[in-house]
């Protein structure tokens, strides 16, 4: 292989990387916009088919159950309210078709003049490349109230 070819063959590589990364992006900030619209097919095609989304206070396996907890009461009284789930810039490792993301989620709630924080979690997002693209297989949140296990979920993300 000649200089040259191993020089495209390493952008190739960089640029397939970035791509990768900059989709992950896309995918994690959809999120809080469409499940604070009610949007929930937009929501649940986040993920695979099969897809979990464990978030600690429940748990739905697959878009028909993720789509109704977005269209469910306790989420409609949610974003009603006023409510906005804001998640932080996530640190992300790729590995060929499948990646993990670790971030901050939070969740704020309007209580009237003011919003206040009212969760913080840890969050884990476990995401396969699919035919159409990046998808959530698996996406679990710890809430940061001093237990281990969340501080594990966020040391196992930035392991090296």
């Known amino acids: 292989m000649t200089d040259l070819e191993a020089a495209v063959t390493e952008l190739q590589a960089r640029v397939q990387r970035l791509d990768d990364q900059a989709a992950i992006y896309q995918l994690i900030a959809t999120y809080g916009p469409a499940a604070d619209s009610g949007w929930s097919e ?12 464990d978030a600690q206070v429940g748990a739905w396996q697959g878009r028909p159950a993720i789509a109704g907890m977005i269209d469910g009461d306790t ?6 309210a006023g409510c906005a789930h804001v998640l932080t810039m996530p640190h992300i ?16 709630r309007n209580d009237g003049e003011n919003f206040r924080i009212w969760r913080v979690t840890a969050t884990r997002w476990e995401l396969r490349r699919e035919t159409d693209g990046w998808h959530i ?22 392991e090296r």
């Open 75 to 80: 989420h409609q009284g949610y974003i009603h």
């Open 42 to 53: 937009m929501a649940a095609s986040l993920w695979t088919e099969d897809g979990i989304y």
């Open 93 to 108: 490792t790729v590995d060929g078709d499948t990646a993990v993301a670790t971030c901050y989620g939070q969740l704020f």
């Open 137 to 158: 297989a698996n996406r679990v949140n710890k809430l940061l109230d001093g237990d281990a296990s969340a501080r594990e979920l966020l040391r196992r993300g930035i």
